[in-house]
């Protein structure tokens, strides 16, 4: 096996025996902490490791140090998630600004322990007229722009360490996603306390959240720490009647490839039950090149799925489309500026001629 894959296996038994409070299994053999330690941070899952590194004298010290300060973070995003969390939305319901939550430090609920669901981020939708008055508020507030989401928002970060995310376009490229996602969010209804801020029932969060991890899959960016959200919120929704999700996934056409990465995060973090339950015997070659696919950082691999391929496929054609675009337009901008430098050039020439 890969020696990335097989680290990074041993990361994610780790994570589960964390969070399902489980014996730690002994560690065995040398491994590249250095490597590890990069990979589990690219996940989001350092915290995670530390609890179960601690106290081990086979991992050197100077990397324990390291999973210890993430973990240290996650103690410390506790104490201002919430009151910075509850300052936005309280400023944005005043100003009368219609928002929509997407993600929240809501999701720490699904932790028994709410620090081992690390750093969350406060994840806005805004019409496209309030997105400069919220990105202005958002400034005075402290936050700086810390990544730029092309033509659909950005990430704004505080010193402190809090994020929040505000997009005023759905960050999806096909057409098929905008329209169906689109449909999703009118259906938000408003938070109980406020007058402008809506949120998605659990089942429509449930729905959501397939719906971008299965783009993230097949655009190379999915996480682990993904995938064990992805699991404890379906776990705490597995009473409740899902039919309607499972129609909005196929009318989106990808609900095989949001069934078997669902299944996928409960192989890796499931309960033994569950691993039994998710676990297709017959399809483990699948679940193979699945895992490998994400713990490989998207390289490329054999596609299985053909949801996979249809998906992949809309996305590289609207990227065509959006580069000729592009391309167009730059090309425009560049005879503009020809046509404007020769017209200078022409009336230089008849000045000095009447001269």
């Known amino acids: 096996m890969n020696r990335i894959l097989y680290e990074?296996?041993?990361?994610?038994?780790?994570?589960?025996?964390?969070?399902?409070?489980?014996?730690?299994?002994?560690?065995?053999?040398?491994?590249?902490?250095?490597?590890?330690?990069?990979?589990?941070?690219y996940h989001r899952i350092s915290n995670l490791i530390y609890?179960?590194?601690?106290?081990?004298?086979?991992?050197?010290?100077?990397?324990?140090?390291?999973?210890?300060?993430?973990?240290?973070?996650?103690?410390?995003?506790?104490?201002?998630?919430?009151?910075?969390?509850?300052?936005?939305?309280?400023?944005?319901?005043?100003?009368?600004?219609?928002?929509?939550?997407l993600e929240s430090c809501k999701r720490r609920e699904l932790y028994q322990m709410k620090e081992l669901a690390g750093e969350c981020v406060l994840r806005?939708?805004?019409?496209?007229?309030?997105?400069?008055?919220?990105?202005?508020?958002?400034?005075?507030?402290?936050?700086e722009t810390d990544r730029i989401y092309a033509n659909c928002g950005e990430r704004m970060r505080k010193s402190e360490g809090f994020c929040v995310e505000i997009y005023d376009r759905i960050p999806y490229k096909t057409a098929a996603f905008h329209k169906q996602i689109k449909k999703l969010f009118n259906d938000a209804h408003l938070i109980s306390g406020f007058d402008y801020i809506y949120e998605l029932t659990e089942t429509e969060r449930l729905t959501y959240l397939l719906a971008r991890i299965s783009y993230c899959y097949v655009t190379g960016k999915v996480l682990i720490r993904q995938l064990l959200d992805l699991c404890l919120l379906h776990r705490s929704l597995r009473e409740e009647n899902l039919e309607d999700m499972w129609r909005w996934l196929e009318k989106l056409k990808?609900?095989?490839?949001?069934?078997?990465?669902?299944?996928?995060?409960?192989?890796?973090?499931?309960?033994?039950?569950?691993?039994?339950?998710?676990?297709?015997?017959?399809?483990?070659?699948?679940?193979?090149?699945?895992?490998?696919?994400?713990?490989?950082?998207?390289?490329?691999?054999?596609?299985?799925?053909?949801?996979?391929?249809?998906?992949?496929t809309m996305i590289l054609k609207e990227e065509k489309r959006e580069n000729y675009k592009m391309r167009r337009k730059l090309f425009l901008q560049k005879i503009l500026e020809l046509k404007n430098q020769l017209c200078d050039l022409f009336r230089e020439y008849i000045w000095n001629k009447e001269k």
């Open 51 to 101: 609890p179960g590194v601690l106290g081990n004298e086979k991992v050197p010290e100077n990397w324990r140090e390291r999973f210890f300060e993430r973990y240290q973070e996650s103690l410390q995003f506790s104490d201002i998630c919430e009151k910075e969390e509850r300052e936005i939305l309280a400023l944005l319901d005043v100003k009368e600004v219609p928002t929509l939550l």
């Open 124 to 143: 806005l939708h805004l019409k496209p007229e309030d997105y400069s008055f919220a990105k202005g508020f958002l400034i005075d507030l402290g936050y």
């Open 8 to 41: 990074s296996h041993f990361l994610i038994n780790i994570a589960a025996s964390i969070v399902r409070q489980e014996d730690m299994r002994p560690l065995h053999g040398k491994f590249d902490w250095e490597r590890m330690f990069r990979i589990s941070d």
């Open 254 to 312: 990808i609900a095989t490839l949001s069934e078997k990465l669902l299944n996928m995060s409960y192989m890796w973090f499931g309960t033994k039950e569950e691993r039994v339950e998710f676990k297709a015997q017959d399809e483990l070659e699948l679940y193979d090149l699945i895992e490998n696919r994400i713990l490989g950082y998207g390289r490329e691999h054999e596609e299985k799925i053909p949801e996979e391929l249809a998906l992949a």
